[in-house]
């Protein structure tokens, strides 16, 4: 094993401020304010310097936007992309097709998790959420399920069951078996089947206790109510408020919500029939139903007619270009291209999405088209922002945490030795377990989900790898089960459905709603999973 670092006073710093930040998040309160300071008390007791403290403050939150700026992108980018499809109605007519296999929420809650699990398995969660986010959420939530079940859904058989078995591309397994010194194969296939348990429990008590009792009757009226949520009510005051203002998000994404919820109810009331012109109405700088007003009913009909063509156009076209991406991602040969994956393959859906916004918002009218492309990205970032903007001093303090983030965030000269807080305190920790089968495996998981709240999954790995290396012939237990039971600790915790600060505020974004919400509906039904893999673990080892 490596040797036990010093604790220093900046250790306790930050250990209180992990236990701040814990318990604040259980008496759901808001965690931006002890992430603050916490920052900053970590760096003072580790520069003794007060400008340190304050510089780290504002370090924090530019440190964690330089590593989640692609997240943020992406999303900005989605929505731009989503924006510009809703002018032409072709949101709706894009999500009509799913409800032959979405008949319901429920089966729209296992649909969303079966299709995310086998594109994250093959490419990571990356490119998946953004590509599920697009095209299935608004199908799901037509279908009657719930909003924040789409995003547990989409959560836990991503960012969860598949990229903490890591099956495919095989680098979460390589690297706990590199550190472990057993056998990569062997840490692939166990972990494979512990992500199954998880999963499977997890999926299950989360249908139980977020989906069961809340799915509506498919209809266009879900459709319309998610995308206008946070409307302001006759006293001013917001409908809806979760952990961040949705009333502020809905005037940055929806243009004329007056004009979008006289849609909402018009859809409800007359069907589907009214659903095209609710999706054409809400325009920016006037909107659609003016345009029409100042018409001759000729040139209406003639401007609802070419409209109808390029709403049924990027209906089709918008999955068919996803699909052509993930042909791509599976045969990059194909175009004469090395491996397309994670961050490039977020880049290419991104990418594509900017196109596809473009050529919608240009169907839509060539006057007043640049400004229009514009507004719509702008609108995305918005939203992005709005989301997702209080998660950056958060992951700033986790960051701090970190050797490989923590020297521009600490002021720490270049090649300075710079301490990783966070295992440094957890290698401490690992002296006091118990020499015990049973304690020694809970004693790993818990120790790859603290490694894990920094919002990297696999960050951790190398020290729950040589951690069970280590302790395995104590106990009488293959060092690949051990360090499996770690890797999955590690990477459902910072993989993205127990911390707010990891990808999971992707997966929210697009489901919007509030990254909170969905931490503390996955806690239990992850926790419980990952209790049960270990147990199951330990039994069969």
């Given amino acids: 094993m490596h040797s036990i670092a010093v604790l220093t006073p900046a250790h306790f710093c930050y250990l209180a401020g992990v236990v701040a930040i814990i318990a604040t998040m259980i008496f759901r309160a808001n965690v931006v304010v002890p992430a603050i300071l916490a920052t900053f008390a970590v760096a003072f007791a580790w520069s003794g310097k007060l400008l340190v403290g304050f510089q780290a403050i504002f370090m924090g939150s530019l440190t964690a936007a330089h590593e989640l700026f692609n997240i943020f ?3 900005a980018l989605m929505t731009a992309l989503l924006n510009g499809l809703r002018e032409l109605g072709a949101d709706v007519r894009m999500v009509r097709p799913f409800k032959r296999i979405m008949f319901n929420g429920h089966a729209a809650f296992f649909i969303l998790a079966l299709i995310t699990y086998l594109i994250s398995l093959f490419f990571w969660p990356t490119p998946a959420v953004p590509l599920v986010g697009a095209i299935l959420i608004p199908a799901a939530v037509y279908a009657g399920l719930p909003p924040l079940g789409a995003a547990a859904a989409i959560a836990i058989a991503g960012q969860g069951m598949a990229l903490s078995s890591d099956y495919v591309i095989k680098v979460a397994p390589g690297i706990s078996a590199r550190a472990a010194g057993a056998d990569m194969l062997t840490v692939a296939n166990t972990a494979f089947g512990l992500s199954l348990i998880v999963g499977f429990v997890a999926l299950g008590m989360t249908w139980f206790s977020v989906v069961r009792g809340r799915v509506k009757a498919p209809s266009a009226a879900n459709l319309s109510v998610w995308e206008t949520q946070g409307l302001v009510t006759a006293d ?12 502020e998000l809905a005037r940055g994404t929806s243009g004329n919500l007056a004009a979008e919820h006289e849609g909402a109810s018009s859809s ?5 029939g009214a659903l095209a012109a609710m999706s054409i109405a809400p325009m920016p ?11 001759s009913p000729i040139a209406a009909d003639v401007l609802l007619d070419r409209r109808e063509l390029w709403s049924k156009v990027f209906a089709l076209a918008t ?3 996803f699909l052509a991406v993930v042909v791509v991602m599976m045969r990059p040969d194909m175009i004469g291209s090395g491996a397309i994956r994670g961050g490039d393959a977020a880049a290419l859906i991104g990418g594509m999405a900017a196109v596809l916004m473009m050529l919608a918002t240009l ?15 702008i609108d995305g970032f918005v939203f992005a922002f709005k989301a997702m903007g209080a998660v950056l001093p958060i992951a700033g303090f986790f960051f701090v945490g970190d050797a490989s983030t923590a020297g521009p965030i600490l002021g720490a000269a270049a090649g300075a030795h710079v301490p990783s807080f966070l295992f ?13 089968p049973l304690f020694v495996s809970f ?3 818990l120790m790859g989900m603290i490694t894990g709240i920094d919002g990297s999954g696999f960050a951790g790995l190398p020290l729950t790898g040589s951690l069970s290396g280590a302790l395995a012939p104590m106990v009488h237990l293959p060092a690949a089960t051990l360090a499996a039971i770690g890797q999955m600790g590690a990477v459902w915790t910072g993989g993205g459905t127990l911390v707010a600060w990891s990808s999971l505020i992707a997966v929210t974004g697009f489901a919007r709603v509030p990254v909170l919400d969905a931490v503390r509906a996955l806690f239990l039904p992850v926790v419980c999973g990952l209790v049960i893999a270990t147990l199951a673990a330990v039994m069969f080892a």
């Fill in 73 to 75: 992108l992406v999303i």
């Fill in 236 to 247: 001013g005051e917001p409908e809806h408020q979760g952990s961040f203002a949705k009333v």
């Fill in 268 to 272: 409800h009331m007359e069907g589907e």
């Fill in 285 to 295: 700088q006037g909107g659609a139903a003016l345009q029409m007003t100042q018409m």
């Fill in 319 to 321: 999955p068919l270009a």
């Fill in 363 to 377: 169907s839509h009218g060539r006057k007043g088209f640049l400004d229009r492309t514009a507004e719509h990205i």
């Fill in 424 to 436: 440094e305190l957890v290698q401490a920790c690992s002296q006091v377990i118990p020499q015990n």
């Fill in 443 to 445: 004693g790993v998981l």
